[in-house]
Structures are given as structure tokens and as C-alpha cells.
């Protein structure tokens, strides 16, 4: 045998083994999923089929778990979710609220620049209002009492930035930081003990004061707002559907990101917010924000390594705020990088993508159904 000879053999070979791994490792996934009880969600906003069909075709593609906001959550809805095996999760925002805002602009966050914390179409509620935080509790209450939904999954709980565009070179202090309305600044002082000098009389002073002086405090203190809320909300849930599986939409920064901002920005402090959920979901929209499908896999197991709680990536099924398109590879890399240890779980976003492109169906009942 000649060396080209030789060298096809070779080839071909390493072709053959990489099927067999391939293959192999997607039987994994459905072991994982079958035996080890891995979740696989959708996220569904809005349905424009008849509810029955779209349950028959979840079912084929080996979706086990529907989030869905309440107004989806119909009877016919939870009926067939049911006859389907498929678990429903209600999701609830929390400090994302246009209607209040717009009725109520007392209630928007301020930024560091002293400025409403709205950008595009996110804008946030301050999180330190004590009636805003019970009346939203009160509601979920009702909510669970009305839908009873198998889980809750509290999305935008935590502190304004619109992290969908913040990219890997964003210099940290670019970020703006929330909030220092009175109310926020008034409690900060109170639960510290602590007084901000009266000659500071504008906001970038105030915040540019805490920065200098206490900002391990303020971040711990932001973390403390979100925390406690997810304790409240959790607590209050537990009392009328004491099984309900407790979800928290995670931003989906490392620890180190953009100088501990995941702490820093938002307040979620994950180690903390761990003893009061089921499982975690960090938004690993990796084109959106401008990373590879390979950083799906390290924000996982960054977040793994601060909890005990079970971690299950939400990738992106197209493309969002970005021109370039997000192909069938890369959507197919995505989805083995968030399928890879420690998570435990996918869960896409969101469904009405998904049904536009019936390629990455494929891939998906490929990689998921093997
Ligand atoms: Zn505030």
C-alpha cells in the first residue's frame, strides 16, 4: 500500500471514530435525559397553532418542560401539558414592569448618572419599594392560586442593564449602576448606619461618594434587595404549592466579567440566592452577545461552581439585535456546549424562533433524541 493509500485509510479512520464518538455522546444525552430526569424547555411567548398540535410536536422533538407567561397558561393549555407529560413553568418578571412604570414613574430605578433607568425597552421598577415588592407578591400569589403551574421562573430579578449588549471588551465603568432614587439611598444609610455628607447634592456625586468609600457594602446591600425577594417570593409560593419548582433567569456574566458586575450591576449573588431555588437559568445567548458557542459550557460551570442548585443554559435559536445571522452550526454548537457537564439540562429561546427554521428542529431531535 502506497503512503496516499495509507493516508485515506488514516482519513477514514479518524472519520469513523469521530461518528462513533459522535454518536455515542448523543446517546449520552438522552440517557441524560431519560434516566437522570435532564430538563429540555422551551420558551413560548406567543402561539399561533391550534394548542393540541403544537403539544404533539413538543412531544416528538423530546421537550419536557414549557415556560410560558401567565397568558398562555390556559386550562386547554395545562390540560394537554398534562396528557403530554410536559411540565409547565410560569414566567413571571418581576422588576420589568412597563404597566407600573408608565402608570406610576415615581417607581423607575436611577442610575449612577442620575437619569431613569431605561434604555430602548428595558427599564426597571426600584427594587427597595417596600409596596411595589407586595403587591408583586401578592399577585405571583394569586397567579399560582388561579394557573397552578408545575413551576415559577422569576425573570428580571435583579438590578437594570441591559446586558443583551454588552459585549467582551465593554470597559466595566461604562455600566451604568442602580439605583440611587431616595428611597434606595434612604435605606442604604438606615441599614448601614452610615451617612452620605450633605455638600454632595447630585446623584454622580452621591454614587461616585458609596464608590469610593463603601462599595463592597452597596454591592452587598444590592444583592441583599434581590435575595431577599427571591426569598420572599419563593416563601410565598411554598405556603400554597409547597413542590413548586422555583426558577431565576440568570445574567449571564462569570464572576470575574466586566469587574464581578454580575455582583456589582445586577445584584444577583448566586451563592446566596442558591438556598431558595430549585435550579438556575443563565441566558447564554452566546451570538447575541458576541461569544463563541464554547462560552455557553464556561458560563455553566462558572455558575455551577457557586451553587448546589441544578444548572440548565438557555440558549438562542436566532438572531437577536445583531445583523449577522446565527446558522444551524453554530446553533448546533451551542447546543452540545450547553448539553456538556455540569449542566443539567437546555432550555431554547424561544419557541416562535425555533418554528421559523425547521433545520435546527433537525438538529435539535439529532442531537437531543439519539
Ligand atoms: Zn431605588
Redesign the pocket.
Known sequence: MNWKANKILASGMFIFLGLVFLIAGNRQHSQQIREHGWMVGIKVYAIERAPALLFQEWDKLGINTVFAPQSLLNTEFRLLARKHQIKTIMIVPIFFDTDALHSNPNLY??TDDGVLAKEEWVEFV????KDYRKLKIDSIRTLIREFDPDGLSLDFIRHFVFWEKVYPNCPPETISN????S???QKFQEDLNLLIPDSLLQIPEIADWIRNNYLPEWTEWKCELITNMIRDIVNAVREIKPGIEVNVHAVPWRENDFGNAIKSVTGQDFSKIDAHVDMLSPMTYAHMVKQKPEWVNSVVQDLAHQVKCKVVPSIQVNKAYLTEPLTVTEFEKSLIAALKKPSSGVIFWSWEQLDEYPEKKEILRSVLNK
Open positions: 430605578a436611577i426600584c427594587p427597595s419599594r442602580t439605583c440611587f432614587d428611597h434606595c439611598l
